[in-house]
């Protein structure tokens, strides 16, 4: 069963701390992505990245920055946490390739900034 | 600009009935369009695509119509149950090197027994 695991379910953080949410896959895929999901907004990328160290801004990058250090492994980092950036953040990862449309998501990590 | 929209943002439907989730989008060279179903507490999940070449495409229950005249992509649910009761997504997916999935805003489907 393919898996997409995030760190915590749940964060709460204080404006201007550093904030990290992991994401973990284990079935290989080259591409990862965080959205953040806001209600009415639906999902908006944030950052991808196409393979191990190769990373790309997404519609919102502001504030944000990402790792990928290993394949398996996208962190999403929050230099200086702050109160608009309170939302669910949702990591997904997949294989590239002509026909493959296919996104794994995790469960999502609902961040608190207070 | 890469924007897609949703007509509705809730529909609500009785156990049995057919519905039917509408989309609109606007960026012209998207090559795959892509209907997502996420579950209360859950990241969203695949449920069918349709290539931008094609009108037309039937899963298990489910159709998705594609009509490229007018950028409107609607997903289809036959005989709908209890357990599709949740926020349906669709993206569209371009290709500009890389692949990125850019989603709609979203539509919560309610299904009463």
């Known amino acids: 069963d393919v898996k997409v695991t995030q760190s915590s379910r749940y964060l709460v953080k204080r404006t201007g701390e550093k904030v990290f949410l992991e994401c973990v896959q284990d079935m290989d895929h080259e591409n990862m992505f965080w959205y953040r999901q806001d209600p009415g907004l639906g999902l908006r990328l944030i950052y991808f990245?196409?393979?191990?160290?190769?990373?790309e801004k997404g519609d919102i990058p502001e504030g944000y920055s990402v790792s990928r250090e290993k394949k398996e492994r996208f962190s999403l980092i929050l230099e200086s946490a702050s109160t608009n950036q309170t939302s669910m953040y949702l990591c997904a990862s997949r294989t590239p390739g002509r026909g493959n449309t296919e996104a794994f998501f995790g469960q999502g990590t609902r961040l608190t900034v207070v | 600009g890469e924007s897609v929209g949703l007509h509705l943002p809730t529909l609500s439907v009785q156990e049995g009935d057919n519905s039917i989730i509408n989309c609109a989008y606007s960026n012209s060279a998207s090559d795959y369009f892509i209907w997502y179903k996420q579950e209360s507490g859950k990241g969203p999940q695949f449920i069918i695509d349709?290539?931008?070449?094609?009108d037309k495409r039937q899963g298990q229950r489910v159709t998705v119509l594609l009509n490229k005249t007018v950028k409107h992509l609607s997903l289809q649910i036959a005989a709908t149950q209890p357990g599709d009761s949740a926020v349906y997504f669709c993206?569209?997916?371009?290709?500009?090197?890389?692949?990125?999935?850019?989603f709609g805003t979203g539509t919560r489907l309610l299904v009463s027994p």
């Open positions: 993206a569209e997916r371009i290709d500009t090197g890389f692949q990125k999935l850019v």
């Open positions: 990245s196409y393979d191990v160290k190769m990373k």
């Open positions: 349709i290539r931008s070449n094609m």
